[in-house]
């Protein structure tokens, strides 16, 4: 199979011929006739590259373009035009599309596009997964991946514990890819980010009419798992029922979709991560102990990065190559002062929060050098050109309310949107605290 593609025309003629044509070329291929039943097949399936009508009858094909970058995150789009209608396929490019036919159109020139579209996708994927290494000389560093090593060749469920960014989700990647099961899926979850309804209908699936939404059967993730591995996110942050449904599952292996009675197998290995300090979550009654039990039967805790100093610097040029490269940058490199104070930086958000921070240094600084300015600079008490927005304000009490602002972004920030600790930290009730991030509109930031 050449890659999988969706392709979205009204037409029907249009639509079967592009399938048919496509196919004979080694595709697999789906064909959807409007927005709606579009949208089902690209959250139910993954497809290399869409070929998107914009005129359909339900509404703007465009619009589906943001709904497809959501789902399908590396998909190539191919907007497909009217003849003379190119303006509207050169706005779909600015949006993230990847190219365009305009009808008619020669059957070289559609299985060219195609196929530069689906070797695209297949390129990124194939980078994605070779920066996917872990770095890190320091001794947890040099232990863990010899952990890691012995352990992927078991079955045995692993619990990873650690702050926030300290690599968790990258060594169950690692975990997988180094096990016997690497060919299968790792299918991650985050527990934190979906509400308790949602977490169950997306872990365990559900059939056709199980809720009002449910439009068509879906496979949950546990499903989804089988012959690969399961990572769980956030465990720590799953409801009490949800907890007992999945300790039901470990158990027995099976389980039913929601709305369903067909009794579904499924085999996986289980890796679980949390943030918090999940005995402590049993005794306050959040978490229960036998499924803690089932989960832990190997623990591995992550050091926060400032623990491990010496990762600082290799992991800081590791990450000024990568970004020097995808920005098309001169190769940089750090001076030993702008090194010491990388080091004494404390790295609350770990490494995530430095690779973040690379990130924006490669994109503002110019040159190779980077000196110890150039670091205070962006990681000073306020950036230098907020700083000079501050002394424009005519007037104090806009000043103030400025200052406010960013001091507010700049710890919510530094202590991960962790309100109470940053309540703490500022000495400012939650109430009031809550009250400011309305009143100021601030953002939850990615990354
Ligand atoms: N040792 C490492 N080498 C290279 N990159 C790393 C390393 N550790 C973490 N990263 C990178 O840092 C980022 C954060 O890591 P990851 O998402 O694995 O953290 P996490 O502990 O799962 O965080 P959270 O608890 O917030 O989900 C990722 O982009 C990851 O690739």
């Known amino acids: 199979m050449k890659g999988a593609l969706l392709v979205i025309d009204d037409e029907k003629n249009i639509r079967e011929t592009l399938a048919k044509l496509l196919e004979e070329e080694g595709y697999y291929v789906k064909t959807a006739e409007s927005i709606e039943s579009s949208k089902k097949l690209i959250q139910s399936e993954y497809f290399h590259a869409v070929l998107l009508d914009i005129w359909l009858p339900d509404g703007d094909g465009l619009s589906l373009l943001s709904y497809i970058k959501t789902y399908l995150p590396d998909t190539s789009v191919i907007i497909i035009t009217g003849h003379g209608k190119v303006e509207h396929a050169v706005k779909a490019i600015k949006e993230g599309a990847y190219d365009f036919l ?83 899926p790792f299918v991650d979850i985050n527990c934190a980010s979906l509400p308790e309804d949602l977490i169950e209908a997306e872990l365990f699936g559900y059939e056709k009419g199980a809720f009002t939404s449910a439009f068509a059967r879906k496979q949950g993730k546990l499903e989804l798992a089988h012959g690969g591995t399961l990572f769980l996110d956030e465990i720590g942050d799953m409801s009490l029922k949800a907890q007992a449904k999945l300790l039901r599952v470990l158990e027995t292996k099976k389980f039913t979709r929601l709305g369903g009675t067909q009794t579904v197998y499924s085999e996986f290995r289980l890796i679980c991560a949390s943030n918090k300090d999940l005995r402590k979550e049993i005794k306050k009654g959040n978490f229960r102990e036998d499924l803690y039990y089932r989960i832990s039967a190997f623990i591995i805790s992550l050091p926060p990065l400032r623990e491990r100093g010496e990762d600082i610097i290799l992991l800081a040029e590791h990450f000024l190559d990568k970004f020097s490269k995808e920005y098309k940058k001169p190769k940089k490199h750090l001076t030993e002062e702008a090194k010491a104070l990388l080091m004494a930086y404390p790295w609350k958000g770990n490494v995530r929060e430095l690779k973040n921070f690379i990130e924006r240094l490669v994109i503002l600084h110019t040159g190779e050098e980077i000196k110890a300015q150039d670091i205070k600079n962006l990681l000073g008490f306020l950036p230098a050109e907020n700083y000079d927005a501050l002394f424009e304000q005519k007037d104090l009490k806009t000043a103030k309310q400025e200052f406010e602002k960013l001091f507010l972004k700049r710890k919510l920030k530094e202590y991960n949107y962790d309100l109470k600790k940053v309540s703490q930290v500022i000495n400012l009730d939650l109430s009031n605290l809550y009250r400011k991030i309305k009143q100021y509109n601030i953002q939850i930031e990615g990354g």
């Open 102 to 184: 305009e009808k008619p159109f020669s059957m070289e020139r559609l299985f060219l596009t195609v196929d530069r579209a689906v070797q695209e996708v297949l390129r990124k994927r194939a980078t994605k997964s070779e920066e996917d290494e872990l770095i890190g000389s320091s001794k947890p560093m040099m232990e863990l991946k010899q952990i890691i090593e012995k352990i992927a060749k078991t079955n045995i469920n692993v619990l990873l514990i650690g702050e926030s960014g300290t690599g968790k989700e990258l060594v169950a990647r690692k975990i997988h890819e180094l096990s016997e099961r690497s060919q299968a």
